[in-house]
C-alpha cells in the first residue's frame, strides 16, 4: 500500500511527531495491529506493521507499547513481542513494564462475584449457536462472532438484563462481536497515562479501532497523535482505513523518525 491512503494531515502530524524528544507508539492489538479473525487465538499483527515496530524499537527514546483487552497472558501469545515491548491488557487492569509485571490478585469478593459472572455468561451463551464465553482475568467476555445477527442481538441484550438483575457495580465493555464485564474498572486511558509515566514520553501516538479505545484517546493531550482504525464516532483528531493503512502510517513514521531523532 502507498502512502497515498493516509490524509495528508496525519503524514504531517507524523513528521512532526518524528522529531519529538521522547516517542511512544501505544497501539491497539485487534482490528488495528492484526486483521480481525473468527478465533481469537489466530489473530496476529501484519508483517508490515509488526516490522515497522522493529524499526521503532529500535531508535533511540522511542518507546513501543500494545494497549489491549485481551489478557497479558493472550496478548504475550498472539502478539509475539519481545520482551522489551511494554504491555497493557484486561483494558488497562494489568500492566507489564520493564521487569515489572502489575497484576493485583482478586480480593475474596471480586473471586466469587467473578464466579457467578462467569454461569450467568454461560447460561446466556448455551441458549444462542456460536456464542461463547472467554474467560479474562477480572471477568468474564461473551462473544457473538460466530453467531447470526439476530442471535447476537439476543445473547447480548439477555446478558445485560440478567447482569444488571444480579450484579452491582461491574464495569461492562462493549466490543467487536463481545460483550464483557469485570469486577476491576481500569481503562486503556489508564493503561496510557501509566505507559507515558513509565516511559518519560513527550508524545504519544496512540492507535485503535474499538468502543474501549476512545478512552485512550481521551487521555492524549496537544502535541499527541490519535487515529482510529475503521468507521465509527470518534475523539480521535485522525482516521485510516484499516490494519494495512495503520502498517503504512507505522512504516511512515518509523521513517521520520529515523531521520530527526538525534542519535545522543
Ligand atoms: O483491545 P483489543 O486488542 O482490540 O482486544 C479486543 C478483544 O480482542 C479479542 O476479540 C476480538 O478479536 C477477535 C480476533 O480477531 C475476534 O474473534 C473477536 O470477535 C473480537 O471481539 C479478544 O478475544 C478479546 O478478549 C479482546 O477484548
Known sequence: MGDSAIPAALRDALTELGGAEHVLVA?????????????????????????????????????????????????????????????????????????????????????????????????????????????KPAGYALHTRLSSADDARAAQELARIRVEAAFRGLTPRVGKNVLEFAVRSATKGDGIAALREFTGATAVLYAGDDVTDEDGFRALGAGDVGIKVGEGETAAAFRVTGPEAMAEVLRLLAESRARLVLPR
Request: proline fraction near 6%; aromatic fraction near 2%; hydrophobic fraction near 45%.
Open 27 to 135: 497501539l491497539d492489538f485487534d482490528g488495528t495491529l492484526a486483521p480481525e479473525v473468527d478465533t481469537p487465538d489466530e489473530a496476529r499483527a501484519l508483517p508490515a506493521s509488526a516490522a515497522a515496530l522493529r524499526a521503532l524499537e529500535a531508535l533511540p527514546r522511542t518507546s513501543v507499547a500494545l494497549v489491549s483487552g485481551r489478557s497479558l497472558e493472550s496478548l504475550e501469545r498472539v502478539a509475539e513481542a519481545p520482551a522489551s515491548v511494554l504491555l497493557v491488557g484486561s483494558h488497562g487492569v494489568e500492566l507489564r513494564l520493564g521487569d515489572a509485571d502489575r497484576h493485583p490478585p482478586l480480593s475474596g469478593e471480586e473471586e466469587a462475584t467473578a464466579v457467578r459472572l462467569e454461569q450467568t455468561l454461560r447460561d446466556v451463551a448455551d441458549g444462542f449457536d456460536g456464542a461463547w464465553v472467554e474467560r
